[in-house]
């Protein structure tokens, strides 16, 4: 079982918005602003969206966002375009015994 | 451009040893810390280890600390995972990633990944 919990699956259709929420607890996701975001295409190396909660990296689309509240943070896609289809990770910093802590993955479909 | 590139994987039988290596290029390896992070097959992703940009701290996940590694060469920009006493569950693509400079924890570039298989 994963430290954090994601939703294993969502589905949108091209140009709709989908929310992946990532719900951790008060010694990761709520006590740091360390929460990032992975996309990974099948068979491929996971890529960095978002970063530090709500920050993009240079070169990724403003159609990702990202955001946090307590416990709980959250990937947002606007705009859902075919080549969104791939499997999303949270990860946060854990403090240091733990250190990192992912999500479970969220496969996203475009329908 | 940036590149990470993994090797050292491949089938060993249970209890043996493994090395892998990651030779990067296009950033200053030097200033970043390092990570290996792991993918067993069909699984998510776990995170293995860290070392310090200058290799004065190294830090593990518990399933694999005092069997496993990090370590890091600045003169030859890479990074290596000194794998011991190898179980069926330590089966999975092992990617190296670098820490960004803004913190540690975020993995701004990743590898492609070698699979190691731990089976008899």
């Known amino acids: 079982q994963s430290a954090l919990t994601q939703p294993a699956s969502v589905s949108g259709s091209p140009g709709q918005s989908i929310t992946i929420s990532c719900t951790g607890t008060?010694?990761?996701?709520?006590?740091?602003?360390?929460v990032s975001w992975y996309q990974q295409h099948p068979g491929k190396a996971p890529k960095l969206m978002i970063y530090?909660?709500?920050k993009r990296p240079s070169g990724v689309s403003n159609r990702f966002s990202g955001s946090k509240s307590g416990n709980t943070a959250s990937l947002t896609i606007s705009g859902l375009q075919a080549e969104d289809e791939a499997d999303y990770y949270c990860?946060?910093?854990?403090?240091?015994?733990?250190?990192?802590?992912f999500g479970g993955g969220t496969k996203l479909t475009v329908l | 451009q940036v590149q990470l590139v993994e090797s050292g994987g491949g089938v060993v039988q249970p209890g043996r040893s493994l090395r892998l290596s990651c030779v990067t290029s296009?950033?200053?390896?030097?200033?970043?810390?390092m990570h290996w992070v792991r993918q067993a097959p069909g699984k998510g992703l776990e995170w293995v280890a860290v070392?310090?940009?200058?290799?004065?701290?190294?830090f593990y996940a518990d399933s694999v600390k005092g069997r496993f590694t990090i370590t890091r060469d600045n003169s030859k920009n890479t990074l290596y995972l000194q794998m011991n006493s190898l179980t069926a569950e330590d089966t999975a693509v092992y990617y190296c990633?670098?820490?960004?400079?803004?913190?540690?924890?975020?993995?701004?570039?990743w590898g492609q990944g070698t699979l190691v298989t731990v089976s008899s």
């Open positions: 990633a670098s820490g960004a400079i803004i913190s540690t924890w975020t993995f701004d570039y």
């Open positions: 070392i310090w940009s200058d290799g004065s701290n190294r």
């Open positions: 530090e909660g709500t």
């Open positions: 008060s010694s990761d996701v709520g006590s740091y602003n360390l």
């Open positions: 296009g950033f200053t390896f030097s200033s970043c810390g």
């Open positions: 990860c946060s910093y854990a403090g240091t015994s733990t250190f990192v802590v």
